[in-house]
């Protein structure tokens, strides 16, 4: 098992922090962005809670504050016509 975190750079300049562990398959999004606004992936980064990019393995702090989308689980739909 492992996971990985990474920043994405959005079209307006705005970071978001993302992560995922083993098995996910698609990844939250900010409310009000949608992949397509996606325009960079900066890797081993997150987002601190003021707008930094930082690497993971010197978090401080702030760390705990950050806001991460983390990675959604697969899921199987029984329903028809969804």
Request: proline share 4%; glycine share 10%; with cysteine.
């Amino acid at each position: 098992m492992g996971w990985t975190g990474f920043a994405a750079k959005m079209k307006n300049d705005q970071y978001f922090g993302f992560s995922t562990g083993f098995g996910n398959g698609f990844f939250q999004i900010p409310e009000n962005y949608s992949v397509e606004d996606i325009v960079e992936i900066v890797n081993h980064r997150y987002v601190s809670k003021t707008g930094e990019l930082r690497p993971f393995y010197k978090h401080d702090d702030d760390y705990n504050a950050a806001v991460i989308y983390s990675g959604r689980p697969f899921f199987e739909c029984y329903m028809d016509n969804l």
